[in-house]
């Protein structure tokens, strides 16, 4: 084992696009159609509008941003919980990355770093995937978004490594290049056996 692989005691990752990936887009289409939008449109109001932006930063919470959004598409307030579930019905849990992370544990300090709104937790424990890290770093609660550098240092600080200890796996690239310049070793993720290989490489060689 080399130097680098010795000294990496904690290994991070990203939640949305890397262990939750949009890996059907019908059930989005769909929805887009019905509202007479395109897909690019419905994705932009629901992750990049002003609201989204608020509730990554917990300045508001979820249930808020999804109200925004029921005015935005003219439906009853009541609906919206119906066309939240129809946008995320493509998504899909990537539970042999679980697996890798749980046989991390206990050798390596495992975490979430995520832009996420106020219901990620909550969701996470919902799904019994919280349970897979022993830290998890949610935007909207520590109100520091990826590719800022404060978000990764509340990261190594809440699992007391340098940031010369630690791997971070997202599948932006800006996050990666920000990780790196505090001091982290980042993967790009594109697949999970790649971004397994990869890590492998980092810690077992």
Not at 34 to 45: A, P, S
Not at 152 to 180: G, K, M, P, S, T
Request: proline residues 2%.
């Amino acid at each position: 084992m080399n130097k680098r692989a010795m000294n990496i005691r904690a290994v991070f990752f990203d939640f949305g696009g890397v262990i939750q990936r949009t890996e059907f887009q019908a059930p989005r289409q769909r929805l887009a159609q019905r509202f007479g939008m395109d897909y690019e449109d419905i994705d932009k109001l629901v992750f990049s509008s002003p609201s989204a932006v608020q509730a990554t930063i917990g300045a508001i919470p979820e249930a808020d941003h999804w109200q925004i959004i029921s005015q935005r598409l003219k439906i009853h307030k009541e609906e919206i919980e119906e066309v939240e579930k129809e946008f995320f019905a493509g998504d899909i849990i990537d539970h042999s990355l679980l697996l890798y992370l749980s046989k991390l544990r206990p050798r390596f300090i495992t975490g979430l770093i995520s832009n996420a709104w106020s219901g990620l937790r909550a969701y996470l424990e919902r799904q019994r995937i919280a349970g897979s890290f022993d830290h998890l770093v949610i935007s909207a609660e520590v109100s520091a978004v990826k590719p800022e550098a404060r978000i990764y240092q509340i990261a190594l600080e809440q699992a007391q490594v340098r940031a010369e200890e630690a791997v971070f796996v997202d599948d932006v690239v800006e996050n990666i290049e920000a990780c790196e310049r505090v001091g982290m070793k980042g993967i790009l993720f594109m697949n999970s056996k790649a971004a397994v290989d990869q890590l492998e490489k980092i810690l077992r060689t």
